[in-house]
C-alpha cells in the first residue's frame, strides 16, 4: 500500500506543511507566507521563529483535515533541517519530530537546498545527469548533477545571493519586500538598456559569481539621482533584470564549457530557486537552451519559491524502499548537501 510523507518547510520566513503519497500526488499542501517582516523589509529571524511555531499549530489541522487523514495515517515524518535560519529549523524539525515520536513513525532529516534542485520533478522528468541553476534568496550554486543524492558543486557565490541582491536593490529604489516580484513588475515597462550594471568576473572564465558590486553601482546610481521617481526606477530595474539574466546566461555557457573539457555530458539544463519563478530569466534560458540543444527543465511557479511539497519528494526519492528514521539529526543553518563535492 502507498506510504503517506508529511513535511514541514521553516527555513526562513514561508511555513509550510504537505502531505504526499509515495507516488508524490499531493494529498494538501498549505504556504503562508510571514506578512510581519514587511515592515522591516528583510526576514527578521526571531520573528520568523516564533511566527513559525504560531502558524504551524493552525494549518496542521487543516492540512490533515484536507488530505482527509488523521495524524496515525502518517508513515513518516520529514522537515527541512538546513540550511537556513536556525530558529525556524529548529522550530519546523521540533515539531515534526514530535509528531514522529507520537505516532512511533520515522523522522527524516532534509537538506533545502536538495528540495530545490529536485522541485522541477513535479512538472518534468527528470533526467541526468543535469547542470542546475539555483538560484534563491539565501544561496547562488551551480551544480553538476549526476543523479539523485550525486551533486557535485561547480560553482557558487563569493559574497551576496542573487535573490539577496533583488530584494536590496529593491530596497534601494523604495520598493516592498521580496524585491524579486516587484523589480520584475515594474521591469515589464522599463528600457533595459538605460542603465550600464556592472557585470562582475566578465573577462574571467570563473564559475564563481558576485553580486555585491552590483548593489554598491546601484546604491551610488540612486544616491546621485536628484530626483527618484518612477521612470527612473522602471529603467533601472529592468537594466538591472537584464543584467543578471546576462550573468547567468554566461555562466551556464561556461559551465557547458567546463563540463565539456571534463567529458561530463549533461542531458538537460535546470533552473530552480525563488529567482526561478522570473518570466524574464526564464524566456532568456528557453532561448539559451533552444540554441544548445538542450531541454530546460524548472518548477512550476508554487515550487520555484520554499514549499514542503519539495521536502516531501526529497523524503520519498531518498526512502524508495524502507523509510530510515534519523530522529537524533541535528538542524544546522550551513548544512551542505551530502555527498557534494566541489569539482
Ligand atoms: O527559494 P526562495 O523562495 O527562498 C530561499 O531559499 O532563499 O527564494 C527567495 C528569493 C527572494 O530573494 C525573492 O526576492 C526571489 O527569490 N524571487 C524573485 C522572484 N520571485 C522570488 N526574484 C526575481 N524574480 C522573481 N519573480
Ligand atoms: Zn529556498
Known sequence: MSKIIFSIETSCDETSVAILNQQCEILSHLNYTQKDHKVHGGVVPEIAARAHLQILQKIIP????????RM???????????????GGLLVGSSVAKSMAIAQNKPFYPINHLEAH?????????MRFPNLT???????TQLYYVEGITKYKLI???????????????AKLLNLKFPGGPEIEKIAKSGDENKFNIPHPFKSKKNLNFSFSGIKTAINLMVKKRKVVDYGFKKDLAASFQKKIAD???????????FLNEKNKKIVDISIVGGVAANKKIKSRLINLCKKNNFRLIYPQNEFCGDNAAM?????IEHNKFNFNSNIDFRPNPRL???????I
Open 247 to 257: 550573468i547567468i546566461e554566461q555562466k551556464i555557457i561556461y559551465a557547458l564549457e
Open 62 to 69: 487543516i492540512s490533515l483535515k484536507k488530505a482527509k487523514l
Open 336 to 342: 551542505i548537501i551530502l555527498n557534494s563535492i566541489k
Open 311 to 315: 521536502i516531501a519528494k526529497v523524503c
Open 133 to 139: 541553476v539555483l538560484l534563491t534568496g539565501g544561496h
Open 155 to 169: 560553482g557558487e557565490t563569493v559574497d551576496d545571493a542573487i535573490g539577496e541582491s533583488f530584494d536590496k536593490v
Open 117 to 125: 534542485i529536485l522541485s522541477p520533478g513535479f512538472k518534468f522528468n
Open 72 to 86: 496515525k495515517d502518517i508513515d513518516i515524518f520529514c522537515a527541512t533541517c538546513g540550511p537556513g535560519l536556525i
